[in-house]
């Protein structure tokens, strides 16, 4: 309404009704209660995440696709193919850390509807297409593939008698006709069957060749049947592949009782790490399973192995939906074998004759300080191991790992968590060119600045100059959804500054060099005594009855906000260690503290700054560098 009324054009009457209708939709606001009358379920956020993903999303990606082609028509002189380069994944209704509302019922409950989601605007977008495709055999010649594929068609499954009489002359719109009453025919279906993603892409290529075989290539780079394309690629029947994400202290649990009904070994917990390593080695390389049939298992167990079997019918079904498995606060080489011998369980993962087969992508998450500070030791130990190798190779060498920015945050202070990510994502990318591995970081970005928020183009391009491969993955979480996705014209530049940032992140990278030691040392030093600081804060004995005194934690913690608890404790009372990052940062923002977006700072620039070590002018140095760099990117700092 808002760029109807910035017209020019616009007649007075126009204008009136524009005005009339915005008045309205804020009287409606300011009518409208501000909290939820009760917590949305699960299916509620998966189905308000459906809303972003089939608006401003689904019109927006065909968009960024189409700019990127014309600009390397425009400014190398040819015209070239662009592979489908953004995409979407999703965790809601299948990220059960810490959820209790998250089963195996919902997350195959959250595939029917994003299938049917994507299906309802395939098929609008058919039923404008065959609109537009209107060329008739009688004046314009019909292409031979069309011809053959219109046969199959009609012998697989005829059209309705009324539709085959009305495009009789018009092949492309008897075409869409087929397509259109297929996919009709998948929204009454609650499996994966029949006519697939694969199918589709390959009928829509039909189209595209036929039109351009007529002389008519423009109507499809330009027109519907391009974005269609584009949507295909990027969407399939899934809408965005659904990553799974657990608690390693859950598939331990679970694997010690299998380990102990197998009769295999009572007491797995009580292993050191070299041992349980070796025990998971050993079963993995053993073809049988483990759970003998008819045992009951505990309910915590069954959840986790019904989470595998959800898994596994989502690889056999529609392998383009099945996302990542992400291990939550992965400490150690077991946390990640765990994982795939309860996939081997589930009939997710086999070893023969020295190759392993299996569709799971197994993401270590590092969180914590200590556990990014770690991170390099892990994986190269992760990547050393036999059993981890051969994996990785039936996966194509690729490994993506997870950071976390929230928990690093609520773990060490916002100095120590920021400057711990730049160092470990330097150390990962080293680790995983010395043993050949293809890695993606996966930027577990909030969106407050407590929690890694900020503008994603630049943080793309401040990452370590080894980190950029072209490969990319970030979430984008709570208000940061609707504040970038509400809209078509602010997602188009959102996606629009992050595509640009990961293609000149490398070439920048090279012109602006390596960080030299003594400003690494400054750093490491500010990020020491900031941490320090902070953690005599929240460690003090006084602390947490202060902090649930002067915040809201505890009322928020009854808020009807999200189907997520505050806590990943189950007792009554919420305690700092189980506390989740966002509410501990939301809290401190009612009371305008903010502590976690500064606390400790000040104590570890000061500190240095008072020794003679020339601190000061390498800091003055940084400033101006900040500045420079943020006016570069259309930004000022002051």
């Given at each position: ?5 910035r017209?020019?054009?616009t007649?007075?009457k126009?204008?009136?009704?524009l ?13 409208t209660?501000q909290m939820r ?14 809303y ?11 968009r960024?696709h189409q700019?990127i082609k ?5 400014h ?5 193919a ?10 809601i209704?299948?990220?059960r850390?810490g959820n209790p509302n ?17 299906l309802?605007?395939y098929?609008?977008d ?5 609109r537009s495709l ?5 004046l314009?010649?019909?292409p031979?593939a069309?011809a053959v ?5 009609e012998?697989a ?8 009489r009305?495009y009789?002359h018009?092949p492309l719109?008897?075409k869409v006709?087929y397509?259109m ?8 279906e609650r499996?994966?069957?029949g ?10 290529e039909i189209l595209?060749?036929?039109l351009?075989s007529m002389g008519?290539?423009?109507?499809v780079e330009e ?7 584009i ?5 399939g ?7 799974v994400?657990?608690?390693s202290?859950?598939?331990?649990t679970?694997v010690g ?16 790490e ?8 050993q ?8 759970l003998?049939?008819g ?9 986790v ?13 529609e392998?383009?939906?099945l ?14 074998l765990e994982?795939?011998l309860?996939a081997?369980?589930a ?5 023969r ?12 998450l590092?969180?914590?300080i ?5 991170s390099g030791r892990?994986l190269e130990?992760?990547f050393t ?15 993506e ?25 330097a150390?990962?990318a080293s ?7 293809k890695m993606?970081l996966?930027?577990g970005?909030g ?18 100059a080894?980190?950029h491969?072209?490969?990319?993955r970030f ?5 940061v959804i609707s504040?970038?996705?509400a809209?078509g014209?602010?997602?188009h530049r959102?996606l ?6 990961v ?9 602006s060099g390596t960080v ?19 953690r005599?804060?929240v460690q003090d ?6 902090y649930?005194a ?19 404790g189950?007792?009554a ?5 189980d506390?989740?990052a966002?509410p501990w ?24 700054r ?11 140095v ?7 760099r ?5 930004t000022?700092t002051?």
């Amino acid at each position: 309404m808002f760029d109807a009324l910035r017209d020019w054009a616009t007649t007075p009457k126009e204008s009136r009704q524009l005005l009339s209708r915005i008045y309205h939709q804020v009287t409606l606001l300011v009518g409208t209660d501000q909290m939820r009358a009760a917590c949305p379920t699960v299916i509620d956020e998966v189905d308000n995440g459906l809303y972003f993903l089939c608006n401003a999303i689904w019109e927006t990606v065909p968009r960024i696709h189409q700019d990127i082609k014309r600009a390397v028509a425009r400014h190398y002189g040819r015209a070239t193919a662009v592979p489908t380069f953004l995409r979407f994944r999703s965790w809601i209704g299948s990220d059960r850390d810490g959820n209790p509302n998250v089963t195996a019922q919902v997350t195959r409950k959250t595939l029917v509807m994003q299938r049917r989601s994507a299906l309802t605007r395939y098929l609008e977008d058919l039923r404008k297409l065959r609109r537009s495709l209107s060329f008739s055999q009688r004046l314009v010649p019909i292409p031979k593939a069309l011809a053959v594929s219109l046969a199959a068609d009609e012998e697989a499954q005829p059209l309705p008698p009324y539709e085959a009489r009305l495009y009789r002359h018009e092949p492309l719109r008897r075409k869409v006709s087929y397509m259109m009453m297929r996919l009709t025919s998948l929204k009454t279906e609650r499996a994966f069957s029949g006519y697939t993603a694969r199918n589709f892409r390959y009928d829509l290529e039909i189209l595209r060749q036929a039109l351009v075989s007529m002389g008519h290539a423009s109507l499809v780079e330009e027109g519907l049947l391009g974005r269609l394309l584009i949507r295909a690629e990027a969407f399939g029947f899934h809408m965005a592949a659904l990553d799974v994400r657990q608690h390693s202290a859950r598939h331990t649990t679970a694997v010690g009782e299998l380990l102990a009904l197998a009769a295999v070994h009572v007491e797995y917990a009580s292993l050191s790490e070299s041992d349980r390593c070796a025990l998971l080695e050993q079963e993995l390389a053993n073809p049988r399973p483990l759970l003998p049939r008819g045992v009951v298992v505990s309910e915590d167990t069954h959840e986790v192995m019904d989470t595998f079997a959800v898994v596994r019918d989502i690889a056999r079904e529609e392998p383009a939906a099945l996302g990542s498995y992400i291990i939550s606060m992965t400490h150690s080489v077991s946390h990640v074998l765990e994982v795939l011998l309860l996939a081997k369980e589930a009939g997710l993962w086999c070893q023969r004759d020295g190759v392993v087969e299996s569709p799971l992508d197994v993401v270590p998450l590092f969180e914590t300080i200590d556990d990014l500070n770690k991170s390099g030791r892990l994986l190269e130990q992760l990547f050393t191991n036999p059993t981890y190798q051969t994996h990785l190779q039936g996966r194509s060498s690729l490994q993506e790992i997870m950071l976390g920015y929230s928990d690093s945050n609520k773990d060490g202070g916002y100095w120590m968590a920021n400057w711990s990510l730049h160092q470990a994502q330097a150390v990962i990318a080293s680790v995983c060119a010395n043993h050949g591995v293809k890695m993606r970081l996966f930027h577990g970005r909030g969106g407050t600045v407590g929690r890694g928020g900020g503008r994603a183009g630049q943080a793309i391009m401040a990452m370590p100059a080894a980190t950029h491969n072209g490969r990319i993955r970030f979430t984008e979480q709570g208000e940061v959804i609707s504040f970038r996705y509400a809209l078509g014209a602010i997602a188009h530049r959102h996606l629009e500054q992050i595509t640009r940032a990961v293609l000149l992140a490398p070439a920048q990278s090279l012109e602006s060099g390596t960080v030299d030691g003594s400003a690494r040392a400054l750093m490491t030093q500010i990020a020491d005594r900031s941490m320090a600081a902070y953690r005599k804060l929240v460690q003090d004995d006084a602390f947490w009855s202060w902090y649930v005194a002067v915040t809201p934690i505890e009322q928020i913690s009854g808020l009807p906000i999200a189907s997520r608890p505050v806590s990943r404790g189950t007792g009554a009372e919420v305690a700092f260690d189980d506390l989740r990052a966002i509410p501990w940062v939301f809290a401190w923002t009612q009371t305008r503290y903010l502590v976690p977006g500064w606390f400790g700072i000040g104590r570890g620039a000061g500190a240095v700054r008072s020794e003679p070590s020339g601190a000061v002018p390498v800091l003055a140095v940084f400033s101006r560098r900040v500045g420079q760099r943020a006016e570069c990117h259309g930004t000022r700092t002051p």
